[in-house]
T-cell receptor, first 113, second 115 residues
């Protein structure tokens, strides 16, 4: 089955710096890759996603890139702000009935002002 | 516009007991998935239901069961609770299966503590 590895497990940056979180997946058939942000005690929130027919997607300060050949995808946050501090999870999935999201173990991002 | 709702928010149970967790999806969403999130880990898939039928099952024992009702709400049942079942149980809804139905939106979760 699918396995998703996520790095780093913790990331500390200064406000205004960029942050990059990387994930690799094992199943080449996976074709949907969302990123979730989870603040302490709250639900995971979908912040951006990418499908396998797209190499890059951007939404304001957040961007995601996908390299299907290498089976890895990354989250890029520019101009980080203290409110970006949270745990970020990547996930991978197949577009098939009953297919689950397979999550990485998460990255704790701390943005200090 | 209401998001995914779950009840109860918190629950404390004793080993060996049974628990029922409830989820109401976003209006118009027909698919519900359940995940278990242990502290410090990513969510792990338990079940997916679509149109009241089980469409997927993760690597969880038979003590875990679920169902979906005609109004698309769902219940997750766990029998013979173990200490290791202590976790945040998340429900996620999505519009439908198939094309353009990837996005899953999570509820606030139910925090289950087994003592």
């Amino acid at each position: 089955g699918e396995n998703v590895e996520q790095h780093p497990s913790t990331l500390s940056v200064q406000e205004g710096d960029s942050a990059v979180i990387k994930c690799t997946y094992s199943d080449s058939a996976s074709n949907y890759f969302p990123w979730y942000k989870q603040e302490l005690g709250k639900r995971p929130q979908l912040i951006i996603d990418i499908r396998s027919n797209v190499g890059e997607k951007k939404d304001q300060r957040i961007a995601v890139t996908l390299n299907k050949t290498a089976k890895h995808f990354s989250l890029h946050i520019t101009e980080t702000q203290p409110e970006d501090s949270a745990v970020y999870f990547c996930a991978a999935s197949l577009n098939q009935a009953g297919t689950a999201l397979i999550f990485g173990k998460g990255t704790t991002l701390s943005v200090s002002s | 516009d209401a998001g995914v709702t779950q009840s109860p928010t918190h629950l404390i149970k004793t080993r060996g007991q049974h628990v029922t967790l409830r989820c109401s999806p976003i209006s118009g969403h027909k698919s519900v998935s359940w995940y278990q999130q242990v502290l410090g880990q990513g969510p792990q898939f338990i079940f997916q239901y679509y149109e009241k039928e089980e469409r997927g099952r993760g690597n969880f024992p038979d003590r875990f069961s679920a169902r979906q009702f005609p109004n698309y709400s769902s219940e997750l049942n766990v029998n013979a609770l173990l200490l290791g079942d202590s976790a945040l149980y998340l429900c996620a809804s999505s519009a439908r299966q198939g094309l353009s139905s990837y996005e899953q939106y999570f509820g606030p979760g139910t925090r289950l503590t087994v003592t």
